[in-house]
């Protein structure tokens, strides 16, 4: 499975940014999950959002909950993060990852989009 997130950039306080992952090589089962995780300068991995792949139930990082929205677009294998009021501390380089959701496990990872947002 191969992961290609895009979307990055600089962007003020308080606007929006949309990242975009698209998913190619793989299958999805009714177990998948897609999600997004960011690591900021120094800081640690985390895990953002996630996206079950069949049902299209979501779940969020307490800082970002009403703020970002993940959705994903099935026919186009495609998984965004619609980020909204972006807080400096939103500053990272942010990674989306796949999965197996009864496993536990987060199996694939692409390669991250910087987001730097000024204040």
């Known amino acids: 499975v191969q992961l290609q997130a895009s979307g990055g950039g600089l962007v003020q306080a308080g606007n929006s940014l949309r990242l975009s992952c698209a998913v190619s090589?793989?299958?999805?089962?009714?177990?998948?999950?897609l999600g997004w995780f960011r690591q900021a300068a120094g800081g640690d991995y985390e895990f953002v959002a996630r996206?079950?792949?069949?049902?299209?139930?979501?779940y969020y990082k307490d800082s970002v909950k009403g703020r970002f929205t993940i959705s994903r677009d099935n026919a186009k294998n495609t998984v965004y993060l619609q980020m909204t009021n972006l807080k400096s501390e939103d500053t990272a380089v942010y990674f989306c990852?796949?999965?197996?959701?009864?496993?536990?496990?987060?199996?694939?990872r692409g390669q991250g989009t910087l987001v730097t947002v000024s204040s």
């Open positions: 990852g796949a999965g197996n959701a009864a496993l536990g496990t987060w199996d694939y």
């Open positions: 996206i079950m792949w069949s049902s299209g139930n979501t």
């Open positions: 090589g793989g299958t999805f089962s009714s177990n998948s999950q």
